[in-house]
T-cell receptor
Framework: AQTVTQSQPEMSVQEAETVTLSCTYDTSESDYYLFWYKQPPSRQMILVIRQEAYKQQNATENRFSVNFQKAAKSFSLKISDSQLGDAAMYFCAYRSAGGNEKLTFGTGTRLTIIP | DAGVIQSPRHEVTEMGQEVTLRCKPISGHDYLFWYRQTMMRGLELLIYFNNNVPIDDSGMPEDRFSAKMPNASFSTLKIQPSEPRDSAVYFC????????????FGNGTRLTVT
């Protein structure tokens, strides 16, 4: 079974600075998809960014980018120019490309933005 | 697009009572998922459906939990009888058939069982 590990329960960053959230996963599959979700205090789960495992190019979405290292099974999220609205729980998630279509989540990282 | 709609947003009930949580997925989505979120266990998949058919219910805690999807636009998660340890936030999510499609989540139902 696939597992997703987020080793940083909490992180903090100064407003306008850059922060990187770590995620590693364990799988024997070669084709899969990885996602980062954000959960603000409103508890809504919001998609931040996704990465296809077959793509070598790292995904970017405005101030959000990932560092995808397939061999190392690592999928970190970088947030540039941090804003107060970025404060939230961030979850890394894995989805198989074949077979079981469920999303497996990590335990989350709580990000605090310091004004 | 109205998004995934869950009701109620909050539910407080007494131990032993029946609880029914409701979900309307995004129109056209083939998959529907029920997740539970707690501080201790994080986000756990309870069950998911493909074209209204349950595919994987291995995450359903016990026989007290049941889920149905009578049609493409409606699903329920029922707990009978409820217990205090069922207190959690329950999320419904839906997605397209294409695996690279993300899950779109509802706002969740916060269940408190006293």
């Amino acid at each position: 079974a696939q597992t997703v590990t987020q080793s940083q329960p909490e992180m903090s960053v100064q407003e306008a600075e850059t922060v990187t959230l770590s995620c590693t996963y364990d799988t024997s599959e070669s084709d899969y998809y990885l996602f980062w979700y954000k959960q603000p205090p409103s508890r809504q789960m919001i998609l931040v960014i996704r990465q296809e495992a077959y793509k070598q190019q790292n995904a970017t979405e405005n101030r959000f980018s990932v560092n995808f290292q397939k061999a190392a099974k690592s999928f970190s999220l970088k947030i540039s120019d941090s804003q107060l609205g970025d404060a939230a729980m961030y979850f890394c998630a894995y989805r198989s490309a074949g077979g079981n279509e469920k999303l497996t989540f990590g335990t989350g990282t709580r990000l605090t933005i310091i004004p | 697009d109205a998004g995934v709609i869950q009701s109620p947003r909050h539910e407080v009930t007494e131990m032993g009572q029946e609880v029914t949580l409701r979900c309307k997925p995004i129109s056209g989505h083939d998959y529907l998922f029920w997740y539970r979120q707690t501080m201790m266990r994080g986000l756990e998949l309870l069950i998911y459906f493909n074209n209204n058919v349950p595919i994987d219910d291995s995450g359903m805690p016990e026989d007290r939990f049941s889920a149905k999807m009578p049609n493409a636009s409606f699903s329920t998660l029922k707990i009978q009888p409820s217990e205090p340890r069922d207190s959690a936030v329950y999320f419904c999510a839906s997605s397209l058939r294409v695996v690279r499609s993300p899950l779109h989540f509802g706002n969740g139902t916060r269940l408190t069982v006293t």
